[in-house]
């Protein structure tokens, strides 16, 4: 099996980037940021990642003529989108931890 075969079922690579790591991982991002925003538990990122994941699938069946119900694809687009979910999460939350409890942390320095 070739990087081509395992990464993607259309011809061109730059579709695999353009659906996939540009539109699949835009909608991760965001949607690991708005759960790190509404302070809710990180499993929560997986199982939004896991609709996403379904809508890029879906993107590739209806605009490029790929299979839809394809486990092997699916998990490829899961697994980009769920790294850009836990990127959106982790920045966010980083921010809102640093911004509600700043405190700690400059009564440590000095």
């Known amino acids: 099996m070739t990087l081509h075969e395992l990464l993607y079922a259309e011809h061109y690579f730059t579709t695999f980037v353009l659906v996939t790591v540009v539109l699949g991982g835009a909608a991760g991002y965001l949607a690991g940021r708005a759960i790190a925003l509404t302070w809710r538990p990180w499993w929560m990122v997986v199982a939004a990642t896991l609709l996403v994941a379904l809508g890029v699938r879906f993107i590739h069946y209806a605009l490029f003529n790929t299979m839809f ?42």
Not at 94 to 107: E, I, N, P, S, W
Request: hydrophobic content about 50%; aromatic content about 16%.
């Open 69 to 110: 119900m394809s486990l092997h694809y699916y998990t490829v687009d899961t697994l980009v989108a769920l790294a850009f979910a836990f990127a959106g999460y982790g920045l966010t939350r980083r921010v809102q931890m640093a911004r509600q409890y700043g405190f700690l942390r400059r009564a440590d320095v000095g």
